[in-house]
């Protein structure tokens, strides 16, 4: 199982929307895929029309208290099948709570989480973890989990910051605990080329190197209306495959790119 | 980046670690049939912690549900396929996290 994770310290930005949309797309071409709620909105359930339920703080935090024979296995707080070849770990605001509980851990307590999701590798051969906003423990356990990460920057000047901040926390992270998920590759998040602030993103883009520079995903109304429905851009636009109406569809043609791009780099990094 | 072929995702579709430890440690592994099971210890051992190189070879064991490991399987028993991927996960998992009893 390789894990990918998306990860971006500003909010509003995509992170849940293209680790649900993407999540899907791999799903359905037949690859077993594990998608990880790591933000305390919790909302992939929500986008996926899940009903609360099982959840990572209580993945992260059921050992602790327990002896072996007496542990819950990761699979059981699993969401089977929300969509064939999709299984769904939902987050909710409870993750907080799982930063007071780890901090008693004396030693190895990054390794939680990736320690967690390997009891699960084999039954998938992609994990996704949409990581929160927020720079904390959980987000740091996502990322040792990690081995790759995909960074989503929107237009405006506060997402590019974010983005020099994460690359300094990998970097931490290297110099701390000898392991930081490899930098699969950028991707811009809303651009709308008639605003000024996107046509500074897509400069920003090109200043970036080739290999890191994924395909973009253009403003489309219905990649935000689709969540509201419980459904993926996928399901939100059918017949995008087959449609030559690219303005109508423009939201689920650049996530289909994304993915291509995405499994391609995968295959070539990790 | 590599270059593009008709199907990105083939490659992922191909790659799957636990058949190719299964055809390692045994190339005649017939991969149909499921086992299903949980680690069980042995009832003589009390409340200790066992170093990796110590666990006993005869341990049982159950896999935790829906590994979905597929092996060979003799009657009543685990196939020798079987019971070495059992020891490579327990001694993988040793490394970081020893059993306590």
């Known amino acids: 199982m390789l894990t990918i994770s998306f990860a971006a310290q500003k909010g509003g930005i995509g992170k849940t929307t293209s680790a649900v949309n993407l999540a899907a797309r791999f799903a ?30 209580q993945v992260l935090i059921r050992h602790e208290q327990t002896v072996l024979y007496d542990f819950r296995p990761t699979r059981e707080f699993i969401i089977k099948d929300v969509r064939p070849n999709l299984d769904l770990i939902p987050g909710d605001p409870t993750i907080a709570q799982v930063e007071g509980f780890l901090n008693e851990k004396k030693f190895g307590r990054e390794r939680v989480m990736k320690r967690r999701l390997r009891e699960v590798e084999a039954d998938y ?16 356990l996502a990322l040792y989990a990690s081995d790759g ?44 080329t008639r605003e ?12 970036l190197p080739d290999d890191l520079r994924a395909p973009s995903i253009r403003k489309d109304v219905r990649v935000a209306e689709a969540p509201d429905e419980g459904k993926t851009i996928w399901e939100y636009t059918p017949g995008w495959e087959k449609s030559r109406n690219d303005a109508e569809f423009r939201g689920a043609r650049d996530y289909a790119r994304l993915a291509d791009w995405l499994a391609l780099r995968i295959q070539e990094v990790l | ?75 009543g028993t685990l196939g020798k396929s079987v019971q070495d991927y059992i020891q490579y996960l327990i001694e993988r998992d040793l490394q970081e996290n020893p059993i306590k009893l």
């Not at chain 2, 995702?9 to 790659?15: C, K």
């Not at chain 2, 409340?47 to 935790?64: C, E, L």
């Open chain 1, 149 to 192: 990460v995909m960074i989503p920057i929107a237009p405006g000047p506060a997402p590019r910051d974010g983005v020099a901040d994460l690359l300094d926390r990998l970097d931490s992270m290297r110099r701390e605990v000898d392991h930081a998920p490899k930098l699969l590759g950028y991707f811009a998040t809303m651009l709308d």
């Open chain 2, 1 to 75: 980046m590599a270059k593009r072929n008709n199907d990105p995702y083939a490659g992922l579709l191909n790659r799957n670690k636990q058949s190719d430890i299964l055809k390692r440690l045994d190339p005649d592994a017939d991969v149909t049939e499921e086992v299903p099971a949980v680690l069980e210890a042995p009832k003589e051992l009390s409340a200790q912690t066992i170093p990796a190189d110590q666990v006993p070879v005869n341990f049982t064991v159950r896999m935790p549900k829906g590994l979905r490991l597929k092996a060979k399987t003799r009657a």
């Open chain 1, 125 to 140: 051969r992609l994990c996704f973890i949409d990581i929160g906003p927020t720079v904390n423990l959980v987000s740091a």
């Open chain 1, 196 to 207: 000024k602030i996107s046509k500074d993103l897509e400069r920003f883009m090109l200043s």
């Open chain 1, 28 to 57: 359905s071409k037949g690859i077993p895929v594990l998608l990880v709620d790591g933000d305390a909105q919790g909302q992939s359930s929500t986008f996926l029309g899940q009903q609360r339920g099982p959840n990572l703080s």
